[in-house]
């Protein structure tokens, strides 16, 4: 019987790696190149993890700090030649999953939080908004345990944009109504 989908042996697994390592705007774990590489039933973590070393010794991959990986210029250069082997479909379902790390790690590098002990069992949960120019808004609020603490740092980091244009509207509308 033959095998469904786009891989069918360790090659196929490179392919694909290399294809979606030289779209990634950033380093990647192991963890997360399985996650944009995942587009079809037949790859497994295992894979992956036994394709990244031999990537490594090949010169198509090379480790940075904290176990990620970039693409070298061979991986890139190797990998143009093969993509016409990968499926379509396997094309774009990694091209938009590639595209929703870029948007994920980008993000994460303009949200920042910060927990910090205060006396009387209180923490300060340092928050800041930047984008490419610098810092577009930094709140300090106090939480009572750090329970709560940790959930304003979650929360901020999901709604950092809302709460920034909130924010904005609330001063610049009340300004208006001062001139008056």
Do not use: W
Request: hydrophobic share 35%; glycine share 4%.
């Amino acid at each position: 019987m033959q095998r469904l989908g786009f891989i069918h042996d360790m090659m196929d697994v490179k392919v694909l790696i290399l294809y979606a390592m030289a779209r990634s705007n950033y380093p990647m774990t192991s963890q997360d190149i399985y996650e944009v590489c995942y587009q079809d039933d037949c790859l497994s973590y295992f894979d992956v993890c036994t394709a990244i070393p031999e990537l490594i010794k090949s010169g198509h991959l090379q480790q940075v700090e904290d176990e990620k990986y970039v693409i070298t210029e061979k991986g890139r250069q190797d990998g143009e030649i093969t993509a016409d082997s990968i499926a379509f479909t396997v094309k774009l379902r990694t091209e938009n999953a590639v595209a929703r790390y870029n948007r994920q790690v980008r993000r994460s590098s303009f949200v920042k939080t910060q927990i910090i002990p205060r006396p009387n069992d209180e923490f300060s949960v340092m928050l800041s908004l930047d984008d490419e120019m610098g810092n577009l808004m930094t709140l300090e609020l106090v939480a009572p345990d750090q329970r709560q603490a940790i959930r304003l740092s979650r929360l901020f980091e999901k709604k950092a944009e809302i709460l920034y244009n909130i924010t904005m509207s609330e001063l610049l509308d009340g300004e208006d109504s001062d001139e008056d």
